[in-house]
């Protein structure tokens, strides 16, 4: 009796230890190109993409990860949320719109080792970073970024780390007690799932949208800038971080999180991109069809005949 006694005050004791620390999050995000403005010199001649040439933007579905990570920080008390980019120095601006939302923290992942990564040499370089975090209960990512539709980075990382993984998530019910309840948005329907914790989690664009900025974090991190950014600043730059800390953004290179030079950037990139157009539809190029039998067989007809299907 003692002893069940005991063991019940142990459990306990976890669970509520669990609620007074809360869930460390990281939520990985990417500034992207905005591919609703592609035009002649968005490609470089190796392939890659010409980043200065495009606006630059938050990846719509990070932002729905991220929204879904600031519910769980809302929910439970102590939860921290972190936000994880790679890319040039600007991609600064990402962290800091972070920030604004809600989030805690965040690190700029940025060297020039790792321009023209694709999925593989990006997970790798991102599960690196993670490595060295170390300390984390939940790794959130939208399902995939608009500049290449691969919907890869996400599960490759948690690949990388050996974490279980849940993708097309649309709702984070829950996650305490060592699991997580994730409702999943599918082709077909929605269906409820349960996982361990830690893991990854991929979030849909059906997600709940992003909140917009907070003035209040605006007015509290619209200084915070990474030192590459500090030391860019003119002579009468007043550095306003050395009071205030949490005006410091991280900024790692290759040799901050332990890489292996030959899995980085295009030489750790087996994928190579050849081309990339801007294709707009044409009126002419359109059908009306009606629900009747004949339209839709008339249609297939004309789908196998030019090899659309079949």
Known sequence: MRSFVIFVFLKIKLILKFYKMGLKIIVLAKQVPDTRNV??????????????????IFNPEDLNALEQALRLKDKYKGSTVTVLTMGPGRAADI????????????????????????????????????RKIKSFDLIMAGRQAIDGDTAQVGPQVAEKLNLPQITYAEEILKAEKGKILVKRRLERGVETVEGPLPCVVTVNGSAAPCRPRAAKLLMKYKHAKTMSEKQSQSEDYIDMSTDRPYLNIAEWSVNDVETDDKWLGL????TKVKKIENVVFQAKESKVLSDSDKDIEELMRELILNHTIG
């Open 39 to 56: 035009g002649k010199d968005a490609m470089k001649a190796d392939g890659t993409v010409n980043r200065a040439a495009l606006p630059a």
């Open 267 to 270: 030489t750790g990139s087996p």
């Open 95 to 130: 962290i800091r719109e972070g920030l604004f939302r809600g989030a805690d923290d965040g690190y700029l992942l940025t060297d020039r080792a790792f321009a023209g990564s694709d999925t593989l040499a990006t997970s790798y370089a991102i599960s690196c970073a993670i």
